[in-house]
């Protein structure tokens, strides 16, 4: 790639490996908002209330669907009806990971997310936007007053000294927490990819579920055997007859 190696040195960035001067993940990433961007467009240009097509359905489904599954469903049931105006960013991000994660299924493709530097993108994004929100709701001190639990009086001020710092670390962790969770994800993804089912038998009956034949001898021995096995039926107890 001499245009992106010629890019990246008027940019001051000496890439790992001048063979691949971009990265694998970051292709893929492109590759993932292309998608999720195609689909968005696509989908807007079809919008119909009468007659929905199957793509406006499964977007709908990704937002709303009966089982209360959908982004539109969990931030209303987390943050409560409020919670409708941060559908765009939160659905960007979460339509972004799952278009990532099953990039993964195609063979000859990875997952962008498998790179630690993406999930910890999207982590930092995400940390930056709650963030950002909760300071713009509450006002820079009533959002920091938060973190001390909103004290009142002496004894909630007192309080407030051990809860604000241990507040402000967890509150912090979770950069690390979103992105572990993250990039866990994208392997767990490949192998139940990776997993063929057996191919059936001629007929029809798979050979991992067949059970396993047994010589004349082995029936007659097993038959004798379950004649004088006791059975428990409603609290008595039964002999199997011949």
């Avoid at 097509?53 to 931030?75: C, H, K, W, Y």
């Avoid at 993406?118 to 006002?139: E, S």
């Avoid at 392997?187 to 067949?210: E, H, K, L, R, Y």
Wanted: with cysteine; charged share 10%; proline share 10%.
């Amino acid at each position: 790639m001499p245009a992106a190696t010629v890019l990246l040195s008027r940019l001051h960035i000496q890439p790992a490996s001048p063979e691949t001067p971009i990265p694998q993940h970051v292709v893929m990433g492109m590759i993932a908002v292309l998608i999720g961007t195609a689909f968005a467009l696509i989908v807007r240009s079809r919008l119909s209330v009468e007659k929905p097509g199957s793509l406006q359905q499964v977007a709908e489904m990704l937002l709303t669907n009966p089982l209360e599954f959908g982004i539109r469903d969990l931030l209303v049931e987390n943050v409560g009806h409020e919670g409708v105006r941060y559908v765009p960013f939160v659905g960007a991000i979460s339509i972004f990971i799952l278009i990532s994660n099953l990039l993964a299924v195609f063979p000859f493709l990875v997952a962008p997310t498998g790179t630690v530097t993406v999930p910890l993108a999207c982590a930092t994004l995400t940390f930056l936007y709650f963030n950002w929100q909760g300071a713009r709701h509450h006002g820079v001190g009533g959002y920091l007053k938060t973190f001390a639990g909103s004290p009142h009086g002496v004894g909630g001020w007192l309080l407030a000294l051990l809860l604000f710092p241990v507040e402000i670390i967890s509150t912090t962790a979770r950069l690390l927490s979103l992105t572990v969770r993250l990039w866990s994800s994208p392997p767990s993804v490949a192998t139940s990819a990776s997993i063929v089912p057996s191919p059936p038998s001629p007929m029809g009956i798979s050979s991992a579920s067949s059970p396993p034949s047994r010589s004349p001898s082995d029936r007659a021995c097993a038959t004798s055997r379950a004649e004088n096995v006791p059975l428990k039926l409603s609290g008595a107890t039964r002999t199997t007859s011949a």
